[in-house]
């Protein structure tokens, strides 16, 4: 068999149409979604990161920033243009590019942003409400790797999962969300026995290592839906994902590729969850 590839690119364009309606909506009731971006340091991937969620977000009519902060910014500095972002009516969602230079305390940081205007479900308050399955904003890329889980249509009630990776900002959430679909989840890391077992065994495969082909095709259980959420850089500047595609492809039913799969949803989800904030406080306004 061949695994059919969930199209990430495809499906991030109809959750953008949607979100480019609901901006338009908004305007005409007196309202541009806002979201701005910090940025520290001068890493090369993080820049490219954010300069791509910029250009989406213009192309869907928001009101876009960009806050740059050198090396040498210290912790309070970050905070201190968070601050004045969470009293900025023109922003609904702010974002905190990951991961922050060393030197800065990435939980003082996170903490400050508002929670109202958390679009990357990244504060311990958002995580904390999808723990208790409370409405909040769910981590952009949990909920960008869900949402492709559940485009193929497969009913998840009752599936086996398994979560290759304990991240706070990725296994973790990507976990609850699965687990919140009914499924019977699995977190591996690397100390867990049977790795190989474990995941084989899965319905649901979701890899978030950062090591190129790290999942390999005797991981995989015929026809199973794998998504790839690793990310790793090679030498040429070209980026490559945790599965070993081409030879996981001929087992999985369904697998995401790298780049064109996590990694757009995960831009739109970034953006729809700022459209539901800036809807929220206009619901707020109203009432």
């Known amino acids: 068999m061949t695994a059919k590839i969930i199209d990430g690119k495809a499906l991030a364009k109809k959750v953008l149409d949607d979100v480019t309606a609901r901006a338009t909506a908004l305007k005409k009731r007196g309202l541009t979604p806002g979201i701005a971006a910090v940025l520290v340091g001068s890493d090369p991937a993080s820049a490219l990161y954010v300069r791509m969620k910029t250009e989406k977000a213009h192309a869907a009519g928001f009101h876009s920033e960009t806050v740059i902060l050198g090396e040498r910014a210290t912790?309070?500095?970050?905070?201190?243009?968070?601050?004045?972002?969470?009293?900025?009516?023109?922003?609904?969602?702010?974002?905190?590019?990951?991961?922050?230079?060393?030197?800065?305390?990435?939980?003082?940081?996170?903490?400050?942003?508002?929670?109202?205007?958390?679009?990357?479900?990244?504060?311990?308050?958002?995580?904390?409400?999808?723990?208790a399955r409370e409405k909040?904003?769910?981590?952009?890329?949990?909920?960008?790797?869900?949402?492709?889980?559940?485009?193929?249509?497969?009913?998840?009630?009752?599936?086996?999962?398994?979560?290759?990776?304990?991240?706070?900002?990725?296994?973790?959430?990507?976990?609850?969300?699965?687990?919140?679909?009914?499924?019977?989840?699995?977190?591996?890391h690397s100390r867990t026995k049977n790795l190989k077992e474990i995941a084989a065994a899965a319905d649901v495969l979701v890899s978030c290592v950062g090591k190129e082909k790290f999942v390999t095709a005797d991981m995989v259980k015929k026809g199973a839906i794998v998504v790839d959420v690793g990310i790793d850089k090679k030498p040429d500047g070209k980026v490559a994902g945790d599965v070993d595609f081409e030879a996981v492809r001929k087992v999985a039913g369904f697998v995401t590729p790298v780049p064109g799969g996590v990694g757009p949803m995960t831009v739109a989800m970034l953006l729809l969850n700022t459209t539901e904030a800036a809807e929220r406080m206009k619901a707020i306004a109203k009432s």
């Open 136 to 188: 909040g904003f769910e981590p952009a890329t949990a909920r960008a790797a869900v949402e492709l889980i559940k485009s193929t249509g497969v009913k998840l009630e009752g599936l086996n999962a398994c979560v290759i990776g304990q991240g706070v900002q990725t296994g973790r959430p990507i976990a609850l969300l699965l687990l919140n679909e009914r499924c019977t989840v699995t977190i591996c």
């Open 75 to 131: 912790t309070q500095q970050v905070v201190s243009k968070i601050r004045e972002l969470n009293d900025d009516k023109r922003i609904h969602g702010i974002l905190v590019q990951l991961p922050l230079p060393d030197g800065i305390d990435q939980n003082e940081v996170l903490a400050e942003i508002a929670s109202e205007k958390d679009a990357d479900g990244c504060t311990q308050n958002s995580l904390g409400k999808l723990v």
